[in-house]
C-alpha cells in the first residue's frame, strides 16, 4: 500500500521568497495529482465549513445503541465502507453518535444494505480524533464499494454528559421517491372538520403533489395510508373527486398492510407526471378515527374501553414508554428487537395510527415496575402486543434503562392555530393567549387567569402547542407584556395534565379572575425534557416503625410544624409524640435533572435546623381513613436536594455542602433516612385500625415533571396502638383499576402475618 499523502490546506508561510512559493505550489500541485491519481491514496476528510455532519444508527433487527452507520453530508445521508475499518474508527463513530466509546464492529452489512450514497472507505483513525473528518480516508464519495459491505457498531451503552439526541429506531424512507403523504378533502365541507378522515391521496414531490391511480388499489393499501396519518383502521368507500385534473405519478401499489409507511410497498413511478390512469382515477381512502379524536366535541380525552397497554411520560399524544397490564400490575417492556412492527401494533391497539419512531434505552424516561416482556416481533396485524410472539423475562434479562417506548403517527387537528405564545425571549415560552371561543369580534384573542396555574396546566399548553414538555407554568408575566391583549377570556384552569387541549381541562363558564390586568395572566416555559419523580415504596415498606420521641427533641421539628396540632397544648419539655417513622428513597427516573423552581437567592434559612430550604413542601405523608378522610399527616421541606446514590456511570451533580446548588440528576435519587427531623407522621390522637399510608412528591406541582401520576405512593397500614404493618406499597398508578378498589376495600389484618 502507498504511503498516506495528507493534502495541507494552509497557506504558505508570508517570509518565504517568490521562488520558493513557486516551489511549494508546485510541489502542492503534484501531491494533488497523485492523490487523485492513486484511487487507493488516503487524505484527510475535510468537510465544508457550512455543512455540519450529521450521525445515526440505522437497520434492523437492532438496539439503540448498534446499527449501520450512516452520515448526512452535503445534504444526502450515505453509509460507510468496511474496507480497513476497525475498532478505532468505531471508537470515533460512537462519540459522534452521542456514546462514550465502541464495544465492536461489523461488515458486509449486517444490519441490511443501505442506499444512496457510499461517502467514505478505507477509513483509518487512530482512536483519539474528535471526529470521523480527521480520520484518513479515500475523501468524501470516493468508493469502489457497494451496500454490501456497509459497515457498522455496536456502542457501550452509556451516554457522553450533556448529549440529548434521541435513540431512534425510524423508518428510513427515501425522500426522492416519497417526501410527504396528505389527504386532500374531496370538498370544502369536508375540510372543515378535524380531523379529516376521508379524502384524495396525494404525494408531494420536488415538482409538487400528483396522485395515486387506483388501479389495482386494495383496502390492505389504504390501511397503511390510514395508518400514516394516524388512523387505527380503514373502512371501503365508493366516493370520487368532484373534479378529476389529476397527474399520477404512482401506480400498481400492492402492500401486505402491516407496513408502516406507504414507501415500503411495492409501485410503479411514472417518469413524469401527467401519466393518465387508464380505466380509473385518483385513490380515495376513508379512515376511522380513535376515539381520542372523534369529530366534533364528543371527542373523548381518554380511551373508553379498558385496554392492557398505555404510554406514559411522553410530553405529546400518542407517544411515551410502553406499559402492559399483566394480572393486576402494570410492568415494561424490554428493547431488544424492538422495532417498527411492534410499535406499530401498539399504536393501533391505542387507537392511533402506525407508529413513525420506535425508541429504545428508555427514551420515554424509566419505569420502576416489573419488566414483563422482551425480544417482541410482532407481524403488524396483530389485535394487541400480547399477541405477538415474545419472551417472558428474568430480572437479569433487561434493566429499565432498556425500556420500549414509541411515537405514534396521530390526526392533523389544528390544535395549535387557537393558542400562542407572546413577548418571551425564545419561541418556547411567553404568556399564552387563547383565540376566544365565543368573542363579540371574530378572530379575538385574549388571556388566561393566572389564578391557581401550575404546572400541571403549562404542561397542557405546551402540548397544545406542540412544544413538547412544560418547565414552568407561571401565574404572573409582568415581563412579557409585548401583546395589546388584555382581556381575560378564560378563568379556573384545572387540568390533570393528560389532556390535548386547554379547553379539555375543567375551567369557568363564566371568566372569574381574582386578580385584573393582563400582569397577572398564565405564561409557560416550553422545554424538550422533563424530570420523573417516583419513591421507592418497597424501601417504605422495609423500614417503617414506630418511636415514642422525647419533647425535649422536638424543638426544631415544632418550629417547621412537623407535629400534629394538639402539640402546642403538650407540657412541653416534658412527654413525648408517637411518630409513625420511614425512609424516603426519591428517584429521578425522567430525562432532565430536577431542580427547585426558586434560585438560590429565594431559598429560605432555617436557624435551629442550620438549613436552607428550597421548597417549602417537597413531600406530603398522609394517613386516611378507609373512607379516605385524613387522621394525621406531616411534610418534608426540601432542606437539602441533593443526589444521594446514581445509578453505575452517571455522576453526581449536586451536593449541599456549603451552600451549594440543589437538585437531583437524572439516574440518581435523593435518600430521607428515617431517622432524620420531619422524617415521619406524628399519630400521637390516632386510635389503633386499619389505615392507608400516602406520600406525594412535589405536591403542588412547583416544579415541573413528564408524569405527575405516579408522584404518589401508598400502602395498606395496621396498626394496634403499640406496633405498626404496611403492605402493598405501591405506586398511585402501577395498579389496575380492579386492583386500586381492592386495595381501597381493605378489611385490615387479623395478625402479623401478610398473606
Known amino acids: 500500500m502507498p504511503l498516506p499523502l495528507i493534502i495541507d490546506n494552509q497557506q504558505p508561510f508570508a517570509s518565504v521568497n517568490s521562488k520558493s512559493q513557486t516551489m511549494v505550489k508546485s510541489q502542492d500541485i503534484v501531491i494533488l495529482l497523485v492523490c487523485l491519481w492513486l484511487s487507493s491514496c488516503l487524505c484527510q476528510t475535510s468537510s465544508p465549513q457550512h455543512d455540519q455532519l450529521k450521525f445515526r444508527l440505522a437497520g434492523y433487527p437492532r438496539k439503540h445503541n448498534e446499527g449501520r452507520v450512516e452520515v448526512f453530508y452535503n445534504g444526502e445521508w450515505g453509509s460507510i465502507c468496511d474496507d480497513d475499518f476497525t475498532l478505532s474508527n468505531a471508537h470515533v463513530l460512537c462519540r459522534h453518535l452521542g456514546f462514550v466509546e465502541a464495544v465492536s464492529w461489523s461488515h458486509s452489512a449486517k444490519y441490511g444494505a443501505g442506499t444512496g450514497k457510499i461517502w467514505l472507505d478505507n477509513v483509518m483513525c487512530s482512536g483519539s480524533e474528535k471526529s470521523i473528518e480527521k480520520c484518513l480516508s479515500r475523501g468524501w464519495g470516493n468508493s469502489d464499494c457497494t451496500h454490501e459491505e456497509d459497515a457498522g457498531v455496536v456502542c457501550k451503552d452509556e451516554r457522553l454528559p450533556g448529549f440529548l439526541d434521541s435513540n431512534i429506531i425510524e423508518m428510513q424512507v427515501d425522500e426522492n421517491r416519497m417526501e410527504e403523504i396528505r389527504l386532500r378533502p374531496l370538498s370544502a365541507a369536508h375540510g372543515a372538520r378535524m380531523p379529516v378522515t ?140 424492538w422495532n417498527l412492527l411492534s410499535a406499530s401494533v401498539v399504536c393501533r391497539e391505542l387507537g392511533f395510527g402506525t407508529a413513525k419512531e420506535a425508541l429504545t434505552g428508555a427514551r420515554m424516561g424509566q419505569g420502576m415496575g416489573p419488566i414483563y416482556m422482551n425480544e417482541v416481533q410482532c407481524r403488524g396485524d396483530e389485535k394487541s402486543l400480547r399477541k405477538c410472539p415474545h419472551k417472558n423475562i428474568t430480572a437479569k434479562d433487561c434493566k429499565h434503562m432498556e425500556d420500549a417506548s414509541v411515537k405514534c403517527n396521530i390526526p392533523y387537528m389544528g390544535f395549535e392555530k387557537t393558542i400562542r405564545l407572546t413577548g418571551g425571549r425564545t419561541q418556547l415560552e411567553g404568556r399564552v393567549e387563547l383565540l376566544a371561543p365565543n368573542a363579540s369580534v371574530l378572530g379575538q384573542w385574549g388571556l388566561i387567569c393566572g389564578d391557581g396555574w401550575t404546572s400541571r396546566e403549562a404542561m397542557v399548553a405546551c402540548r397544545q402547542l406542540g412544544l413538547g414538555y412544560a418547565s414552568s407554568g407561571l401565574s404572573e408575566t409582568w415581563y412579557w407584556d409585548s401583546s395589546n391583549v388584555t382581556e381575560m377570556v378564560m378563568s379556573g384552569v384545572k387540568c390533570r395534565g393528560d389532556e390535548m387541549t386547554l379547553s379539555d381541562c375543567q375551567h369557568h363558564r363564566v371568566v372569574s379572575c381574582k386578580r385584573a390586568g393582563p400582569q397577572f395572566a398564565a405564561g409557560i416555559i416550553c422545554s424538550d425534557f422533563a424530570s420523573d419523580m417516583v419513591l421507592n415504596a418497597p424501601l417504605v415498606e422495609r423500614s417503617v416503625y414506630i418511636e415514642d420521641r422525647p419533647l425535649h427533641l422536638l424543638y426544631c421539628a415544632a418550629e417547621e410544624n412537623c407535629l400534629s396540632k394538639s402539640a402546642v397544648g403538650a407540657n412541653w419539655p416534658y412527654g413525648h409524640r408517637r411518630l409513625l417513622r420511614f425512609s424516603s428513597e426519591i428517584h429521578n427516573v425522567g430525562r432532565a435533572d430536577f431542580r427547585p423552581r426558586l434560585g438560590r437567592h429565594s431559598w429560605v434559612w432555617h436557624e435551629c435546623h442550620r438549613h436552607y430550604h428550597s421548597m417549602d413542601i417537597f413531600t406530603n405523608y398522609d394517613l386516611l381513613d378507609l373512607n379516605g378522610t385524613k387522621v394525621a399527616d406531616g411534610h418534608k421541606a426540601s432542606f437539602c436536594l441533593e443526589d444521594t446514590e446514581c445509578h453505575e456511570g452517571i455522576s453526581k451533580q449536586y451536593e449541599c455542602a456549603n451552600f451549594g446548588e440543589q437538585g437531583i440528576t437524572v439516574g440518581c435519587w435523593d435518600t430521607y433516612r428515617h431517622d432524620i427531623d420531619c422524617q415521619w407522621i406524628d399519630i400521637t390522637d390516632v386510635k389503633p385500625g386499619n389505615y392507608i399510608l400516602q406520600v406525594i412528591i412535589n405536591p403542588n406541582f412547583e416544579v415541573a415533571e413528564s408524569d405527575f401520576t405516579n408522584n404518589a405512593m401508598r400502602c395498606n397500614c395496621k396498626y394496634d396502638g403499640n406496633r405498626v404493618w404496611l403492605h402493598k406499597c405501591h405506586l398511585g398508578d402501577s395498579y389496575s383499576e380492579e386492583a386500586e378498589k381492592q386495595f381501597e376495600l381493605y378489611p385490615g389484618q387479623l395478625n402479623n402475618q401478610i398473606s
Open 198 to 337: 376521508e379524502g384524495v391521496v396525494e404525494v408531494k414531490y420536488k415538482e409538487g403533489w400528483s396522485q395515486i391511480c387506483n388501479i389495482g388499489w386494495t383496502i390492505k393499501n389504504s390501511r397503511v395510508v390510514c395508518g400514516m396519518m394516524g388512523f387505527p383502521s380503514e373502512r371501503i368507500t365508493g366516493k370520487k373527486p368532484h373534479s378529476d385534473h389529476s397527474m399520477y405519478k404512482i401506480h400498481s401499489v400492492a402492500c401486505t398492510g402491516n407496513e408502516a409507511h406507504l414507501s415500503t410497498c411495492t409501485m410503479e413511478f411514472s417518469k413524469n407526471t401527467s401519466d393518465s390512469c387508464v380505466g380509473g382515477g385518483p385513490v380515495v381512502v376513508s379512515c376511522v378515527p380513535g376515539p381520542q379524536f372523534t369529530q366534533g366535541r364528543g371527542r373523548k380525552s381518554k380511551l373508553n374501553h379498558v385496554t392492557k397497554v398505555r404510554l406514559k411520560g411522553g410530553a405529546r399524544a400518542g407517544e411515551g414508554r410502553v406499559e402492559v397490564l399483566t394480572g393486576s400490575e402494570w410492568g415494561t417492556v424490554c428493547d431488544d428487537l
